[in-house]
């Protein structure tokens, strides 16, 4: 099963229809209705005109959905069925769900669909989208492993026992040892010619990948984590006492601004799934939709603001004041696996962008310069200069991504 991503926020679909359609977001929520977006990658070139986003609001009816202009449609089994109408009724898969809120916080879904209702594109041409692509969960990891998982249980069962005969060696002696696992998984699922002659296919050789990335460290989660955590301990407790006292800081004295604070009580639920996730892929998904939840509160605006552009400016803020009030011990330790454990490394994707924002808001408060500025908050200072001239060095991570 090959599961697609995009960030919505960046869809020119999406960002069209807010700017020419701002009423349709309110609207959609009161109907309780969807919005159906086609992906970035199926859209033609061009400008979209106001109408055409009628056709791609469903609200209820008696059977199914109607469009906004009259039409039918229904959803089953994971697709789009076009009914009445539509000049040529077909079925458009749907690639995967949000929710998103209006002005009035009330939901409403969002379905991203593999192309417009009106798409001459071929199955082959929409098979190579170039956009992330990722596995989620260890239930769609499963899915799409089918029997194969049985044999990678047993390479697992092998390392885990092998871990605690050798668990004293150090980090270094560890790291190359999961390697040498994903290595061996990965090699003997190929094996298999019809996985072979699937991996052919970029998309899909990346999904095998995830796929086994995901579920080994699913397998020696518990024994790796505890590991990395004994390594992070004193750093942890250093950190955890830094936060502590800072527990009284208010959004006002970060300097937070209100179209992100918002977001804020959302976010950090997200957030608090951290330790949930067993993989260090997993951990940067639930960081990235720990950022795009706060970037949610810049839809209404007809600029779409960048994960880039928010984490040289805004974004730090946040990120600080949610490393401060969400009850997570162990940053350190999920820092250390992820970053010693994470497989497929990139510096210039979304995910490492992601990663690199938090490190560097966790070492800015493990430097203390945060005790300092709430120690100094009588003066004029703002808090944007008061970083500046505490410690620029941690917005050095701009330029390393």
Not at 316 to 338: D, F, Q, R
Request: aromatic share 8%.
């Amino acid at each position: 099963m090959a599961v697609y991503d995009e960030n919505i926020l960046k869809n020119p679909f999406y960002l069209a229809l807010e700017k020419h359609r701002p009423d349709l977001c309110s609207r959609v929520a009161e109907l309780h209705g969807i919005i159906l977006v086609p992906c970035c990658g199926s859209l033609p070139t061009g400008s979209f005109t106001a109408a055409q986003f009628d056709e791609y609001v469903l609200q209820p009816a008696e059977q199914g959905y109607k469009t906004l202009d009259g039409k039918e449609v229904s959803i089953d089994n994971n697709q789009v069925r076009l009914g009445e109408g539509f000049p040529n009724p077909t079925s458009v898969p749907i690639l995967f769900e949000e929710t998103f809120y209006n002005d009035k916080e009330q939901a409403y879904s969002i379905l991203c669909i593999t192309r417009p209702f009106n798409s001459d594109h071929s199955p082959e041409e929409l098979s190579s989208v170039s956009a992330l692509y990722c596995l989620k969960n260890i239930e769609e990891v499963r899915e799409f492993l089918g029997r194969h998982a049985e044999k990678l249980d047993k390479f697992v069962a092998t390392f885990c026992q092998s871990f605690k005969e050798q668990e004293r060696k150090g980090l270094r002696h560890h790291i190359d040892s999961v390697n040498t696992l994903y290595t061996k998984c990965l090699q003997w699922l190929l094996r298999d010619s019809r996985l072979r002659l699937l991996a052919r296919q970029e998309i899909q050789m990346t999904l095998l990948k995830q796929a086994v990335e995901m579920y080994i460290h699913h397998g020696i989660h518990d024994l790796l984590f505890s590991y990395v955590g004994t390594l992070e301990a004193s750093r942890d407790a250093a950190f955890n006492k830094t936060t502590r006292s800072l527990q009284d800081l208010q959004q006002k004295e970060l300097g937070v601004k209100s179209e992100f604070s918002i977001n804020i009580p959302r976010a950090k639920r997200e957030l608090s799934q951290l330790n949930i996730c067993t993989s260090p892929l997993q951990k940067l998904l639930c960081i990235r939709k720990v950022i795009l939840t706060i970037m949610q509160s810049t839809r209404r605006r007809d600029t779409a603001v960048s994960i880039e552009a928010m984490c040289a400016d805004d974004l730090l803020l946040v990120i600080l004041y949610l490393l401060i009030k969400t009850e997570i011990p162990n940053w350190m330790a999920n820092l250390s696996y992820i970053k010693n454990f994470r497989f497929r490394n990139s510096s210039k994707d979304d995910l490492s962008y992601c990663l690199t924002s938090f490190e560097a808001a966790v070492e800015y408060i493990s430097q203390g310069n945060l005790t300092q500025i709430t120690l100094g908050s009588g003066d004029r200072l703002s808090f944007r200069q008061k970083v500046d001239l505490l410690s620029p060095e941690c917005y050095a991570y701009r330029s390393t991504v």
